[in-house]
C-alpha cells in the first residue's frame, strides 16, 4: 500500500485536488493500492502499513508544512521507496537536515540527469513542470541526481530508495512515477 | 480566504469558482476581455456576458479589457488582479485551468508578484468523472464555439447533457480530443450553475460557422427564475 501524504495547508483543502488529486488519479490508473493523509494526521499505523510513501506538492505560497519539522521526522527511520515532490522534496531533505534556499522556476524547465539511477534510465534530459519559489541544499546522505540551470531538480539517498524531485512529476511526467512504483514492487 | 475567480463565462472557471465556494469564500469574479481573437489566454465568445452571469450568481464583477497582446494582457491580468485585490481584499486567486501549462504558470507569476494565492481546482482531472460531475452536480452548459473537426454547425447552440456527453465522449475516442475541450475543440457557455440564483435565458443568437470554425453569438439574453 503507498501512502500519499497530503501536505497542503489543512486537509481536504482547496489545493488538494491540484496537488493530490493527480498523483491519486496516476496511481489508480496504475492499480497501485493507496490511501492518503494529511501530514498532520500521519501516525505510527500509517507509516507501518506503508510499503512506500509519496508526498505531495502544495501552492507556492503553501509553506505551513515547513513549520512542523517534528511532523516528518519519522522519514528518517522509513527504509522504504519514498518520493518527494517539490515541496515534499523540501519536507524529505529538512527532515534530513538540509535546508531550503530560495530560487523561483514556474513552467516547463529542461531538466537535465547527473547521475545513473533506475527512476531515469535511458535518459539524458527532459522538460519538466516547476511550481517553487525555494530550492533545498542537498543533505549529507543524498546525491544529486539531476539539475535544471537554476538548481538541483532531483536527489537520491546514499543507500536507500528516498528520492526528492524538484519539479511536479505529475503534470507531463508520469513516467518518472511509474518507475518509482516500479521501486516499489522490486523492494517488495 | 478570500478568493477572486478569473472568470470566463465557460465551464470551467464557472466550475473552478463552485469548488472554492465550497471550501473557501468568494468575493468577486474577475474578467480580462480580450480585443484579439488570438489571444491565448483570455479570447473567449461571449465573454461581455460575463456581468449577466456575474448577476445570476450575486458576486460583483471586476472588469478589465487588454488589446490581447502577447506580454502585454500579463500587465492587463495584473491590472484586473490589483483592482480586485483593492475593492475586494482578495487573498488569492482561482482558475479554471485543466491542462495549459501556458495559461496556468502565466497566472501563477502574476499571482506571486502580487503576493496572492493562486488556485486550480480543476488541474489534471479525470475528464471523464469532471463532465459527470458537471452534469449530475446541475451545471446546465451551452456549446458556443467550435473549432475542429467534426464538429459541425448543429453543435452550436447544444446543451451538454447526457446525450451530448455521450457523443463528445465517441468524438474524443475517434478524433483523439480531449473530452473536455481543453484543446480548443469547442468553447462553452454556462446558463445555469449550483450557485445561480436565477438562470440566464438566451433571447437571440447567431450563428458563424465555415470549415469546422463557428462560434454561436449570444446577441440578447436575460435572467429569469428557475
Redesign the interface.
Known amino acids: 500500500m503507498i501512502l500519499v501524504v497530503d501536505l497542503c495547508y489543512r486537509d481536504g483543502s482547496l489545493s488538494r485536488d491540484e496537488f493530490v488529486g493527480p498523483v491519486e488519479r496516476l496511481l489508480r490508473k496504475t492499480g497501485a493500492p493507496f490511501c492518503t493523509r494529511h501530514y498532520t494526521a500521519v501516525g505510527a499505523p500509517e507509516v507501518e502499513a506503508a510499503d512506500a510513501v509519496i508526498l505531495c506538492g502544495t501552492a507556492l505560497r503553501d509553506t505551513g508544512f515547513a513549520e512542523h519539522p517534528e511532523r516528518f521526522r519519522w522519514l528518517l527511520a522509513f527504509e522504504r521507496p519514498v518520493l518527494g515532490i517539490s515541496s515534499g522534496m523540501r519536507a524529505l531533505a529538512a527532515a534530513f537536515g538540509a535546508a531550503a534556499e530560495p530560487c523561483c522556476e514556474i513552467g516547463m524547465t529542461d531538466v537535465r540527469v547527473l547521475a545513473p539511477d533506475p527512476l531515469f534510465a535511458g535518459r539524458e534530459g527532459f522538460p519538466a513542470y516547476e511550481l517553487h519559489e525555494c530550492a533545498v541544499q542537498v543533505p549529507d546522505a543524498f546525491i544529486p541526481l539531476a539539475a535544471s540551470d537554476r538548481c538541483v531538480q532531483a536527489i537520491r539517498h546514499r543507500s536507500l530508495p528516498l528520492y526528492g524531485l524538484l519539479f511536479h512529476p505529475e503534470a507531463r511526467n508520469e513516467w518518472i512515477v511509474e518507475r518509482f512504483l516500479g521501486l516499489v514492487k522490486t523492494v517488495r | 480566504m478570500k478568493l477572486g475567480v478569473l472568470f470566463s463565462g465557460g465551464k470551467d472557471s464557472t466550475f473552478a469558482c463552485w469548488?472554492?465556494m465550497q471550501?473557501?469564500e468568494v468575493v468577486c469574479l474577475i474578467t480580462v476581455i480580450s480585443r484579439n481573437p488570438e489571444s491565448y489566454m483570455f479570447h473567449t465568445p461571449n465573454i461581455r456576458l460575463a456581468a449577466l452571469q456575474a448577476e445570476a450568481a450575486g458576486l460583483p464583477l471586476v472588469e478589465v479589457e487588454t488589446a490581447g497582446e502577447k506580454e502585454e494582457e500579463l500587465l492587463d491580468l495584473k491590472r484586473a488582479l490589483l483592482a480586485a485585490r483593492e475593492r475586494f481584499g482578495i487573498e488569492?486567486v482561482?482558475t479554471g485551468a485543466i491542462l495549459s501549462?501556458y495559461q496556468a504558470?502565466r497566472v501563477?507569476?502574476v499571482?506571486?508578484e502580487l503576493?496572492?494565492?493562486?488556485?486550480?481546482?480543476?488541474?489534471?482531472?479525470?475528464q471523464e468523472a469532471y463532465m459527470e460531475e458537471l452534469i449530475d452536480a446541475g451545471f446546465k452548459v451551452v456549446i458556443v464555439g467550435v473549432f475542429s473537426s467534426p464538429f459541425d454547425a448543429s453543435w452550436l447552440g447544444r446543451e451538454i447533457d447526457r446525450r451530448t456527453l455521450d457523443e463528445l465522449r465517441e468524438i474524443a475516442r475517434k478524433y483523439r480530443i480531449t473530452l473536455t475541450g481543453e484543446g480548443g475543440e469547442f468553447e462553452t457557455f454556462v446558463v445555469d450553475a449550483p450557485f445561480f440564483s436565477r438562470r440566464i435565458a438566451i433571447e437571440e443568437a447567431s450563428k458563424a460557422y465555415r470549415n469546422y470554425n463557428g462560434v454561436l453569438r449570444i446577441e440578447r439574453a436575460g435572467l429569469v427564475a428557475k
Open positions: 469548488k472554492a471550501q473557501e488569492g482561482v501549462i504558470a501563477q507569476q499571482c506571486l503576493g496572492l494565492w493562486c488556485f486550480n481546482p480543476l488541474w489534471s482531472p479525470d
